[in-house]
Structure formats: structure tokens, C-alpha cells
């Protein structure tokens, strides 16, 4: 791992060697007051700018890889990756479509607004990482962390101009990647600079769809895969389908009127074209390879997030005065193939030969931040943060799902082959107090006390209609997604619209931390805190179903309430709400100790946990038709160990490195908690979670390795360095106690090497990712009971795909360059 407050090099061999290695340790603000890491009294790791560059970090699946008790599971591009802190984790391993909350187990901020992005790591300060809530220090409510990606600010003391450039070749693509982009620094007055940078991204992919129908509703999917000309009459294969393009980019104006007064205005644009998924359908049921997807129809999708962010700071004398506002804007806008769900539910569409589905989504989500902090500044024993933050948040978004041929072959008169819609719409108001008080009681013993008070409103709304069925209602359009937007917002603040349904949800509270922290000596200090998390509740976005017809049954791909009938049985009968979920809670008790040798030419620090989690938000899945939908269990707990440790050997050789070790698992029985499908056929079982259940999609054992050798003696103008990396995780469990016909994933360890060439001005470096070329799965999607074959009217095969695993990116060979004109 990346240790913070590690020296990158040392060249001082005197009595002054511990003064400048102080002098180069990584200066945060995670507790709201710049400080060296090694001084924090919490588990924080903090990478760098340059660290970020030493080890070609691209996004922050690469920097969490070497910070222990954290991981991200890498779905790629298109789905959304979600961030696992120490083994907290509602997601399972990829059930869902994507995300834009990275799971919501830890809360993101871009320098000081909340906000979930996954930040393309260009022109970074550095990237800092809180283990355990972080409530009482933030607006946002942490449940287990808090990442902030710290950007560098306009600067008052020159004009400056970086341009970079980076070619790669991935050894399963046909094409090569390329990533290009530059940052500029001008000075327009003593007092108020401009900063810019903007990157592109050409990412060429490495998965091939080989199974595409030429032309829906038409062609076989499922011809006779070995008759390559049937194959090739029926099917096209699309080579890297899964390549992305990404433009970012964000320009900061920074201005200081006054020597108290410093204001940045910034504008955050980021824009992914991505053109499907990263997985393989190897374990399916169609004759695919590693890196191969077995879906029927192209799935891009288009991911565009906006920030518009005023910060300000004041200097009061007694206290520095902080406002962040935020304005942000996230669209989504993709297509997938939809047929295996369809065909699972057996309503006869698996007997149409040529069946095949694909849904057109949108989605939009606009979200108001507003901070105001104090902080004490003035020199006493006595230092407190007080704070308030408001959040509001509108989410809306609509579904078309589109059978082509499908409608003549039944007899139906829908022109336009759309077979289900559905619009959902959310509001969310949420807002917090929080503050601390700390005292140092001694000059090596301080105490901190911190609380908060939170509540929020939610309300969701939500229409589902099958058009293919039954006839259009007129309140649901297919229209843009701009005018929907305005449409609902003005149906809904008069009263829920005829056919909407509506669920809502609210709630307050308090949440407290305690933390001591106590200075053995100079180079040891060691810690104690408690501290509460606390993560609202949401909408599971899935429409409400009908009433039980047990004479027109004709669709289950909804939600049930509780109460609500769902078979022919007495007992079919619902006891939960599969429309929406509540908040969770967590109860970090931590111990911890931070310390330094030899000068400071080694670090080691490490900690101790074990945290209490309340009504666990778990993956899950409907009844009717087994959609992925989160819900509360009534306990899970966590406990572990994390250690990292730096160690710089000699002015040309340095080491870091992390362990940690993590048991997340159920404390109580979860009735009806994994969702699963019966054999032969598809009817939906749920499966009891048990106490001691482990969860899954977290590693229990997690260890990395980073080691930077500088070459003596090239005769060179500038430095020649050589860097190895390697990060490691144990297994995974793909759900809750594997129950369900649940697979466990192998462990797997990346390792990356590079050369770089440095002459202050400018760097090139040839790397190596992945310089093993290992094969690892990530997640699933499904379980292997899903390899089922059905049979069309013609009698001929029909291969339910739902089941394939999410795989990492193989071996890539690259060379990256940049230089600095100042």
C-alpha cells in the first residue's frame, strides 16, 4: 500500500535526516485541519500526486488495490464498481445494473462536495482514504469511510503547462489504447489564477460478443453452434466490445481578494462511451471463451457526470470558515439485451425461435449540496469543528423493453414491438448538524467527542405498464427523458398521478464518536475510538405488481408489498416490501497505533476493529422473476486487522507494503434473504440467510507489495527507475453462505512493473499490467443454475445466458510520457 506520510526518497544521510523526511510526509485535511498523516489519530492512508504517477494510477480501482481493509469489485466500464470497506457490502458481486453511489458504504467527495464519481486521476494533489464512519467530520453520512479525491488548486506562484500522452497495446485487443491530455496553470493577477485540464481516453477493450443476431426478431440465436455456417448466417461477433471512450476535464478559477479570503469556482465534465460489458460467458451454456460474452445484442452505454462547485474559505481569526456548494448532474443512457430474463419466465416467449429481447434505459439524477463549517484555529488545548449540510437529490429515470417479431407471432397488433415500460422518479431531501470537541489533557494525551443529528424525507414514485398486453394509459409516454422530467415533477407535487404508485420513507436521528489518542513517545502513537455510521434507506426502482389473477397471471417482473397474494396458495402471501428498503447502521470499535524508525526511514501502522452492523442493507431478489432488489437483514458483523508499513532501505531503494484480514458475516437468521430458481424451470426460491453466514464479495485476506528501485550509475542525465508492484486478495463467496448454488471465486494477485525514465521536466516510462497475464473473475451475474436449455415450438434449443462472471483486464504493454513547461 501507498503508506501515508511515507517519504517518497531520501538523500539526507546526517543528524537532519528525520527533519527533512518529516518535511516530505503527506500533509491531509481529513480532519478538517491540515496535519501529517502520521499525526492523525485514525486510520487514514493518503496517496499522493506523485505517488499516484509513480505506479501509473489511472482510476480508483488502482489505488485501492494497495490500501488494506478496502476493495473495489471491477465490473468495468458499464457497470458501476462497487466499494467494499472492510467487508460492509450491499451488493453482492454485480447483481445489479449499475451504480451511482459506488455501493454506498463509504461517501466520495471532489475536494469538499459529496459526490460518487469514478475520478479519472488526472492533475490530483492526492487521494485520501478514512477507515471507520466518518459522521461527525463530514455533511455526507459515512457508514464505513469516506474517500476524498483532493484536486490541485489554481496556483498564485507562476504560469505552468503539462502535456502527457500514454499508448498501450492489451494482448486480447485487435487495437491499440491511447490516452492523451495536458493541464495549464496562468496566472492572470497576484491574487487569481486559472487552472485547466482536460484528458482523452481511447480504451480499446478486450471482449468480443461473438454471439450478435444480424437481425432481431429475425435471426437465430440459438442456431447450431457447430455448423459454422448456421452460425454465421444467424450471428456476427463484435471484437473488443467493451472498449471505452472518456473525456474529462475541469477548469478552476481561484481568486483572494484579501489575505483572509480565498474563493475557487471549479467546473467538473466527465463523459464515458462505453461499449459493453467486461465479462465472460466461459461458464454458460453457449460455447464461449474467457474473454467472451455470450449476449445476443451490443450494450453501450453512455455515462455523463457534471460538477459545478464554489468553495470558500475565511480566515476568522478564531476559526477558519469553510462553504462548499455543489450543483451536479448525472445521465445515463444504454441499451442491453433483456431475453434472458423474458425467456426465464416462461410465458411462451422462449417458443418464439427467433426471440430476442433488448431494453433502451435513461436515467437522471440532479443533486444540490450545501456545507458550512467552522473550525477553531487558535492555539489552546481546547479545538472543536461544528458543521451543517443540506442535500437534495432528484432521480428519475424509464425503461422500454422491445420484442421484436414477437407481437405478429402471437397474434398481437403493437406495431411498435414494445413490451414493457416503466418511469420512476425520487425525491430526497436530507440534511445534518455535526461537530466535535477535543481536548488534550496532557501534552501527549487528547480526547475527542463528537455527535451528529441527521434526518431526511423520501419519496418515490414509480408506473409500470405492458403494452404488448395491455392497452398504453396516456400518462405514460415514451418521451425524452427532459420532458418526463418536467412532466412528473409537476404531476407529483399536485398528488400521485392516476397508476403511479408511491412509497415514501423518513427518518432522524443521532450518531456519537469517542476517540482518544495517546503520544508514547515521539514516533509511537496509538488510538481508541467508537464511532457510528449511519447510510439512508432508497426505492429498489421496480414497479409495484398487480393484483394476483390467477385467470391472467400474465407478468411477474415486479415488486410485491407486504401482504400482497403472489400464488395460488394461501400461504403465497408476501411478508415484506420488495419496493423499497430502510437505512442501516454501524458501530466501530477500533484500536490503532501509528509509528515511525529509524529516523523516519520506516513506518508501521496498524489497527484493530470490530464493528456492529444494524438492519444490514443485503442483496436480494424478487419473488416474481428474481430482479436483484436490496433489502434489511436484522444483523451482520465485521472484525479484522489492517497493517501497512513503508520502509525506505536506502536512498536508491524503497518498499511499502499492507495486510489485512476481514470476517464480515450474518448475526441473525435472514428469512428469505437470497434469491434463487428452481429446477427444471425457472420458479423463484428464496433461500434463509443463517447466523454465521459469511457475506459475500469481500476477500477475507487482502496483501499488497510496491517496491521503486533507482538505477545508480546509468550515466544518464536523469533518473533511471525501475517500480514492481503486486496486490493479492483471497476468495470470494458470490453470496451470502454460497447458499443458492452460490460459487466461490478464486483468489487472484495482479502485478504491474514499469521503467521510467525521469529528468524533472519530463518522464517516460514503459509498464507492464497485469505482467503475468493472471485470468480472474471479479463477480457474477446469477448462479449456475441458470444454465438451463429450453425448447422453441420448433423444437430446437434456447440457452437461458443469465449466468457470467465479471473479469479483470488481461496483460497491457504501454508507454506513458509527460513534460512540464513552467
Known sequence: ??????????????????????????????????????????????????????????????????????????????????????????????????????????????????????????????????????????????LGGAIRYIPAKPKFDGD??????????????????????????????????????????????????????????VSEPDPDFSDPVDVGTNLKRVKDADGE???????????????????????????????????????????????????RVEEPNEITNQLLALEVTADLGFAELTSATGYSRYDDDGQRDQTDLLISLEYSYELFPTFTAYTHEKSRENTFNQEVRLVSTTESRLNWIVGAFYNDSDVISYSEEYTPGYADYVGFDRPDDLEYYSQFYSQLKESAIYGEIGYDITDKWSVTVGGRYYKYDLESFSDVDFPLFDSFPDYLQTVGIGSMEDSLKSDFAAGSPNGTERTSQADNGSLFKFNTSYDFTEDFLAYFTISEGYRIGNSNGIGVCPAYDPTDNQQGACALVPGQQYGPNAGDVSTRDETQFGPDTTKNYELGFKSEFANGRVTLNGAIYYIEWTDPQLSSATINASIPITVNADGAESKGIELNGNWI?????????????????????????????????????????????????????QFSFFGSYTIPNTGLDGQLVANFGYAWQSDVLTRTGNLGDGITLDSFGVANASLVYDTGKWQASLFVNN?????????????????????????????????????????????????TFE
Do not use: C
Not at 485487443?173 to 491574487?191: C, H, Q, R
Not at 481561484?254 to 466461459?282: C, F, H, M, N
Open 1 to 142: 500500500m501507498l503508506v501515508a506520510g511515507a517519504a517518497l526518497a531520501a538523500h539526507a544521510q546526517d543528524a537532519a535526516e528525520d527533519t527533512e523526511l518529516r518535511a516530505q510526509t503527506i500533509t491531509v485535511t481529513a480532519t478538517r485541519r491540515a496535519e501529517s498523516v502520521q499525526d492523525v489519530p485514525l486510520n487514514i492512508a493518503a496517496v499522493g500526486g506523485a505517488q499516484i504517477e509513480e505506479q501509473g494510477f489511472d482510476e480508483l480501482a488502482d489505488v485501492l488495490a494497495y490500501v488494506p481493509g478496502i476493495n473495489v469489485v471491477d465490473r468495468g466500464g458499464r457497470q458501476g464498481n462497487p466499494i467494499i470497506v472492510r467487508g460492509l457490502n450491499a451488493d453482492g458481486l454485480g447483481s445489479g445494473d449499475g451504480n451511482n453511489d459506488g455501493g454506498g458504504t463509504v461517501a466520495t467527495y471532489i475536494g469538499e462536495v459529496p459526490l460518487f464519481v469514478d475520478l479519472k486521476l488526472n492533475d490530483l494533489e492526492r487521494v485520501e482514504v478514512l477507515l471507520g464512519p466518518q459522521g461527525t467530520l463530514y455533511g455526507a453520512g459515512t
Open 160 to 217: 505552468m503547462l503539462n502535456v502527457r500522452g500514454e499508448l498501450s497495446q492489451n494482448f486480447e485487443a485487435e487495437n491499440l489504447s491511447y490516452d492523451t491530455g495536458f493541464t495549464v496553470n496562468k496566472v492572470i493577477a497576484p491574487n487569481f489564477a486559472v487552472r485547466a485540464s482536460v484528458d482523452y481516453e481511447d480504451n480499446s477493450g478486450f471482449t468480443d460478443y461473438p454471439f450478435v443476431v444480424r437481425e432481431i426478431g
Open 245 to 295: 471512450q472518456i473525456l474529462s476535464g475541469r477548469v478552476a478559477a481561484r481568486w483572494e481578494p484579501v489575505s483572509w479570503l480565498d474563493g475557487t469556482l471549479t467546473y467538473y465534465y466527465q463523459k464515458s462511451d462505453i461499449e459493453g460489458r467486461q465479462i465472460s460467458s466461459a461458464r454458460s451454456t453457449v460455447p464461449a471463451g474467457k474473454y467472451e460474452s455470450g449476449m
Open 649 to 701: 532501505v536506502s536512498d536508491d531503494l524503497t518498499v511499502r507494503g499492507s495486510y489485512s484480514h476481514t470476517e464480515a458475516s450474518l448475526t441473525a437468521p435472514a428469512p428469505g434473504l437470497v434469491g434463487t430458481i428452481s429446477t427444471p424451470g425457472f420458479g423463484s426460491v428464496l433461500l434463509d440467510g443463517r447466523d454465521g453466514d459469511r457475506l459475500p464479495g469481500s476477500p477475507e485476506d
Open 771 to 819: 505482467l503475468f497475464d493472471e485470468y480472474y473473475e471479479t463477480g457474477v451475474r446469477g448462479t449456475p443454475l441458470y444454465n438451463q436449455v429450453l425448447t422453441d415450438d420448433a423444437g430446437g434449443p434456447v440457452y437461458e445466458r443469465t449466468f457470467y462472471t465479471y473479469v479483470g483486464a488481461p496483460r497491457v504493454l504501454g508507454i506513458r510520457m509527460n513534460y
